[in-house]
């Protein structure tokens, strides 16, 4: 496996354990929250998780998605 898909993999948990919790949110607490925060919250994820990364390239890959679904979290 690539560094490149180990990062894709990351990305892909990231939205979905936050989508995940956005549902459950939603089904068991009756909060309602937008689109926008699943991708900051992800973002936030990626960002910290990139900082345990040992490996230069995958935090380096991290890092740049994290800020892309910051920039795509702020124009939803």
Excluded: Y
């Excluded at 009756?30 to 994820?45: F, G, N, Q, S």
């Amino acid at each position: 496996m690539t560094p490149r898909d180990k990062v894709r993999s990351t990305v892909l948990i990231a939205i979905f354990w936050n989508t995940w919790k956005r549902r459950n949110a939603k089904v068991f607490r009756h909060e309602t929250m937008h689109i926008h925060h699943i991708a900051r919250v992800a973002a936030d994820d990626l960002k910290l998780w990139s900082q345990r990364c040992k490996n230069a390239r995958r935090k380096s890959l991290l890092q740049e998605w994290g800020s892309m679904l910051s920039n795509l979290a702020a124009r939803l």
